[in-house]
């Protein structure tokens, strides 16, 4: 095994870690949450706020596009 195979599998490997990490951070905590805790903390105050803490928790599964496409890049990158 030469240093080129254990560079791609550094790198697919933590790629794939984090495409799972940033897809568990973005989704429930960024989008999920963060919707919920604007909206609440906004009502009444600014409906603008309301309105995009409403659509960041509804549409909080759209956050897994971007690690999905970081995996994909991952499990290419270890398919070489």
Partial sequence: MDIQDVLKN????????????????LTFFFLLYGGIMQAINSW???????????VKAVFFQCGLIPSYIVGKIALAILDL
């Fill in 44 to 54: 009444g105050i600014d409906n603008s706020a309301v309105v995009w803490g409403i």
């Fill in 10 to 25: 550094v790198i697919g490997w933590a790629l794939l870690i984090g495409g799972i990490v940033g897809a568990i951070w």
